[in-house]
């Protein structure tokens, strides 16, 4: 069901890295890996690429020192582990099942090869940048979370679903979507909402059927697994994505991260992140144009720091309508949420609101 | 899609509520409506039935009483926008959109009828018990959550769908399941699981089709659209239901609200409740059984106060299996997650666990 080249090459990529090793040792040397620093002062905004990359600097953690040994250890224990337990018998873990299973006692100590979740899932996020293979290639999952429904067809796991003949639930976007093969797409484009509320609105009307699109959801932040299916939609066949968020500062990160990618996984940036997407709301000119001022819901402290912070990133601060944008948020003091359409009709956003901003091509960028 | 006899019933409910108040207004009465006390103090465990049920308090709200005419008018106004916007119409509202749709201002003052959404969610929760109908049987939704595989296909909105043909993914089970129509279903037992990493784990070994089951998870707490599926299928297919939970009072709450229902839903019980289902896992007795100890993790203060308190509520206090399991979770003084059996083999669960738990009808009740 999962492509044997695949296997493969992350077969290929952690023998690579024992062999390596193994060397190393059978030369007497100390044995190190060397990968990209994944440190915040390594993390840069590339104005060509539009993405979060990796600057130069580079890590080497070896066995003899003191201050590796043990994340040593933990990396060549969780590849062996991902090699032999996943890999080999075509097999996905979750994180939180990688880390149990690495938490074991050395022997002769009373010391576990990792006590608490973050070492495990930083030390994953490691073998990615050492190995050049995605956290989905080497098996491992997180949560899955979202939905999908419209004009695409698709297989997963070896059965062919239409994803246009889902009822009101729709497709259960799985953890890991780099495995999913696409097969008719007649769609025109994708809107991708981070409220499920939201889908369920669009889907009950029908929306995606009379606009021929494709509906994604999550429900708030957009998982890996997600982003990357969004990506593969872009590229592969050549969709337009807009995202539709509610009006404030958490909607327009939600729309960064999908857009430029994170600090978090500026290593994947080349996996997960699509320049082309377009904000297509809500935005504070909505907040005129459609006489939603009654609905803003006041900013607190926090609101405000997080406006500031993130107007300030390299990737907004020089983008005239954004920051035109984080003005506004602070002059009307205020948000607003999607879900404040509903006071001009219940589907007002699916009959006006949507197609009027399609048609006019009234997006942000 | 939807059967017309229940858009007839919802109607016909909401319009005899507004025909009572014409008649005490016409009669110049002080327009008022009665329905049972929904406060704790109404709320008994009744032992026959096993659910959780509201007493034969009656609470009176009426419109010339200072303290609850404003109630009065927001009950009056969201039972209209029921009736015109989503019954009349055949569409469905969440909870929050309801909300902005009765946030309007009453004209010559500037109070808004509503201020919170916890305003209008109790106004939704007390016209259930006005009007007998359930909140989805009114037309209005809450988020969706949750996915479903297995031997078991389905008619959603339309829709004729094979949930042992979605590959990894699954469906994505909508936020009202009441208007689902079971078509074939061949299963033999459903396993529901609160953690959507471990449906993942028994979607991926093909445990379903294995063991002939259908698979339903939700993330954490299960909502009011998978319990009501569940008890459809529990009662209409009679099908027996396992749930699979982390071992740790948390798990034993998400069990007794699916078995017995929850104090906030108390009214709802007879729709969302399922009596016969069975608690699978994990046990105190699985940590000795399994070899588990060394992955318990310490109770806190909060922890502690939980059991002390979920204890003894009516349905557990006299329940000695579940009384062992409490006293066993304070002397073990841990908690142990579904995930450390993977500690065993990733597919130990699907394998060994989870058949040997059936076969020998190793369950708590």
């Known amino acids: 069901m999962v492509p044997s080249k695949k296997i493969s090459l992350s077969e290929e990529k952690l023998k690579e890295l024992g062999d390596n090793l193994a060397r190393q040792i059978s030369k007497k040397q100390n044995p190190s890996v060397k990968f990209p620093t994944r440190s915040l002062s390594n993390i840069k905004y590339n104005k060509q690429t539009k993405k979060l990359e990796l600057g130069k600097s580079i890590t080497e953690r070896s066995f003899f020192n003191l201050g590796h040994s043990k994340k040593f250890l933990q990396t060549i224990e969780i590849a062996s582990i991902i090699k032999k337990q996943l890999i080999e018998t075509n097999k996905h873990e979750h994180l939180r099942g990688i880390f149990y299973i690495a938490k074991r006692t050395l022997p002769g100590t009373n010391i576990n090869l990792v006590d608490d979740q973050t070492e495990s899932d930083k030390i994953i996020e490691d073998l990615e940048v050492i190995t050049g293979l995605s956290r989905e290639e080497l098996h491992v999952s997180a949560n899955k979370m979202g939905s999908m429904v419209g004009s695409i067809s698709l297989v997963d796991a070896g059965d062919l679903i239409d994803c246009s003949r889902l009822g ?19 769609a025109k484009y994708i809107l991708y909402t981070e409220k499920a509320a939201i889908f369920e609105r669009l889907n009950e009307d029908k929306f995606w059927v009379k606009n021929n699109c494709i509906l994604v959801t999550s429900q708030g932040q957009t998982t890996r697994g997600i982003r ?24 327009a990160y939600i729309y960064s991260v999908v857009k430029y990618g994170s600090i978090a996984l500026a290593h994947a940036s080349d996996r997960l992140t699509i320049p082309s997407v377009k904000y297509i709301g809500i935005t504070m000119d909505d907040i005129i144009n459609y006489d939603l001022k009654k609905h803003l819901i006041r900013l607190d402290e926090k609101d405000l720091a997080r406006i500031k912070q993130i107007s300030q990133y390299d990737w907004f601060k020089d983008n005239k309508a954004w920051q035109r944008q984080f003005k506004m948020m602070k002059e009307f003091h205020g948000k607003v949420e999607i879900q404040a359409l509903a006071t001009k009709g219940i589907s007002f956003i699916s009959e006006t609101y949507l197609p009027n901003k399609i048609k006019n091509k009234d997006f942000l960028e």
């Open 168 to 186: 009101r639930g729709g497709y259960s976007i799985p953890s890991i979507t780099d495995e999913l093969e696409f097969k008719k797409v007649e």
């Open 228 to 251: 990357r299916l969004l990506q593969r939609l872009s590229e592969e066949q050549n969709l337009p994505i807009y995202v539709l968020c509610d009006g404030d500062i958490y909607g």
